[in-house]
Every structure is written in structure tokens, then in C-alpha cells.
């Protein structure tokens, strides 16, 4: 009677058990994949701002090596900001869908000797924002 009694208990996982493990590798995937989408949008922001300087630095070598003024200007409603140098005009920089640049609402200009203007261009996306003055008449960029 005893034996009838008696139930065996299966080996293995419960319902709950199987519940908590499930829940615990879910976080364990979602939480890498939260953090490279971050990491994916800054290193995007970064990159933008540091083709904007390198782009503009060959833009001003440019015209001062072929005696021609060079002329950028920013699109907002294409996200572009293209330079018109020598007779021809080139990408310099595409501009991410949550970014917005200010500063630029008209074209800047660079002389054939390498002057421009001294202004003050801010790339912003709400959370982060980077400022590059340009001073002085040589032009010297200062990302801040």
C-alpha cells in the first residue's frame, strides 16, 4: 500500500525554474544589445564631427593651393553638407537622421588665401552636442 502511496518525483525543471532561467538569459542578451545600439549612435556622432574637420581643413589647403575660394554649404533638408570648390562639388559630410547642425544657414566661405570668417558651427542631437569655432582669419578649428 505504501508503494501506491508513494509518488516519484520527476528530475528536472520545474515550471517556475524554467521561468527564472528564461527571464535571466533574455536580460543576458538584451543588455549587450541595448549598450552596442548606444555605443553604435555615438561612435556616429563622433564620426560625423571628425569628417566635418578633416573635410574642411582639405577644403581650405585646397583653395589655398590652387588660388580658389571654396564655398560650404549645409542642406538640411537632404542632411548634407557639400563643398563648391574649383568648379565642382563635393560630399563633404552626410548628417545622421537625429542630428542637427546650427551655424550654417548660409554659405561659408573660404578665400583663395584660406581666410573664413570666424563662426561658431554646433552639432547636436538633443542629448550631445559638439561646438567647432572657427577663429581668427587663418581659420584655425577648435572642436569643443
Do not use: C, H
Not at 501506491?4 to 527564472?20: Q, R, W
Not at 561612435?43 to 588660388?67: C, D, G, L, Y
Amino acid at each position: 500500500m505504501e508503494q501506491l502511496l508513494k509518488k516519484e518525483t520527476a528530475k528536472g525543471f520545474t515550471l517556475i525554474e524554467s521561468m527564472v532561467t528564461l527571464f535571466i538569459v533574455t536580460l543576458l542578451i538584451l543588455v549587450p544589445a541595448v549598450e552596442l545600439t548606444g555605443m553604435k549612435r555615438s561612435v556616429e556622432r563622433q564620426q560625423t564631427v571628425t569628417t566635418f574637420v578633416t573635410q574642411f581643413e582639405q577644403a581650405k589647403k585646397i583653395a589655398e593651393i590652387s588660388n580658389s575660394s571654396a564655398l560650404i554649404r549645409y542642406y538640411p533638408t537632404s542632411r548634407k553638407i557639400v563643398v563648391a570648390q574649383a568648379g565642382t562639388t563635393k560630399l563633404l559630410v552626410r548628417i545622421p537622421d537625429q542630428m542637427q547642425v546650427f551655424g550654417l544657414t548660409s554659405a561659408l566661405n573660404i578665400g583663395n588665401d584660406g581666410y573664413v570668417a570666424p563662426t561658431t558651427i554646433t552639432f547636436t542631437d538633443g542629448s550631445w552636442s559638439r561646438k567647432i569655432t572657427i577663429q581668427m582669419m587663418w581659420g584655425e578649428l577648435i572642436v569643443a
